[in-house]
């Protein structure tokens, strides 16, 4: 008799184990749509003029475009990979833990609460404040008082508590690329961009516009991977997806391939209603293509999308962020104040004032020159680039340590694949040096400052 109950109390443990683990509940449709709405963000509707800025002309400004869409899917498929082989909600802290040590996973994690994660936040919450601006405009510091309040506001939601939910997600989904359809018919087939007379460039102008400056690409192709940005957080639907063996990987190249003919469709509407000079010397391109399209009614309208798309990538970063720096503070006794989880909200409450108090610091650093989201994109570039290296060379250390495990995802053309992959984020952690301004020393010198922090714990301990 007691080995019955045994035996049935074990059998219920097990099924209250499974009941509260990630199911495999997503088919592909599923998946594919959840890929396109984590990377369609308030992005492409603020990058697009810098990317036509830095590129000079509309050839190389596309194939920029198409550049990103190809580099995110190699990157994707190691992702894959990696996800399928050690699957883990901690994602590149997990990678990065078992391939180089805790001290790595910990200087990531650091980056992520003091960097990437808050960096990003700033980064929606200027996007936010330009469009708003252009609805109602609040005096000389403008963005930087609608990206204040943003900030504020949703980090005060969040620690009350809120569930959003797969409806309301996939409805903010749905307003995102609704405004890119707009933007689209509108560029196509409502504007066309203002006629300026032409001026004959002497000689040594001309030779000089015909070559292209590769540092300008280079910091083109910043602001366009950082638009492509999300795919590596959609990676880690491998345990909640039907079939993942074979699914996850089509899933990411399924919805990178939507989100790229998307992108490039965006782009050339900017260009066709503006042209590359309207583009390159606007602030809010999408509200000023609308704006010449549909007058002031269309404008207001495609303002109030990106505000709301912003607002969507903003809470998600403010979500996952604070359970990052809650991490944080669990693996490293340093933070332990982080790791404290309210119980009765459901929310790591210490983390996510933190993480606001540094989002807010770096508002007010990047509202020092005028451009606050460039300031913002220079700051976090060059660390996130280091990172995305080092999960990438995670997997040529598993395929050394274990070449005969069996992996449910193998990258196809190994070891070319990750070699281009990684090739590139050395690259751009390069361009992200080279040419973008002081933001990026200074996320730099955040990151060191972990470094000492490491050092320091080590020799106390």
Known sequence: ????????????????????APRPVLDLQDAVALVVGIIVGAGIFKAPSLVAKFSGTPELMMAAWVLG??????????????????????????????????EVARLFAWARMTVIASGSIAI????????????????????????????????????????AGKRTQNFLTVIEVSGLVAIIIAGFFFASPEVVPAVAPDAAEAAKSATPD????????????????????????SAEIKDGQRNIARSLLIGLGIVTALYLLVSLAYLSGLGMAGMAKSDAVASDLLNRAWGPVGGALISIFVAVSAITSANGTILTG?????????????FRWLG??????????????????????????????????????????????????????????FRQWEPHAHRAFRVPFYPVTPLLFCGTCIYMLYSSLAYTGKGALVGVGVLFAGVLLLLLDRRKN
């Open 214 to 237: 590769l540092g300008m690409i280079g910091l083109a192709m910043v602001f366009v991977l950082l638009t492509y940005g999300g795919w590596n957080d959609a990676a880690y639907l």
């Open 124 to 163: 929606f919450g200027f996007v936010f404040a330009d469009y708003a601006t252009q609805l109602v405009r609040l005096g000389e510091h403008s963005s930087s008082i609608y990206a204040v309040l943003l900030i504020v506001v949703l980090t005060v939601i969040n620690i009350v508590g809120i569930d």
């Open 340 to 397: 404290v989880w309210d119980g009765e909200r459901g929310v790591p409450k210490h983390a996510m004032i933190v993480q606001s108090a540094i989002a807010l610091a770096l508002i007010v650093f990047g509202s020092y020159n005028t451009d606050g989201f460039k300031n913002m994109v220079d700051y976090t570039a060059p660390v996130f680039w280091l990172f995305f290296f080092l999960t990438g060379m995670s997997l040529f250390i």
């Open 1 to 20: 008799m007691t080995e019955l109950k045994d035996n049935t109390h074990a059998a219920h443990a097990a099924h209250a184990a499974h009941a509260t």
């Open 69 to 102: 869409g190809i580099i995110s899917m190699l990157g994707a498929l190691c992702y894959a990979e990696l996800a399928t082989s050690h699957p883990n909600a901690g994602g590149e802290y997990h990678f990065l833990e078992r391939a180089f040590g805790s």
């Open 322 to 334: 604070a359970r990052t720096s809650y991490a944080l503070g669990r693996d490293w006794p340093l």
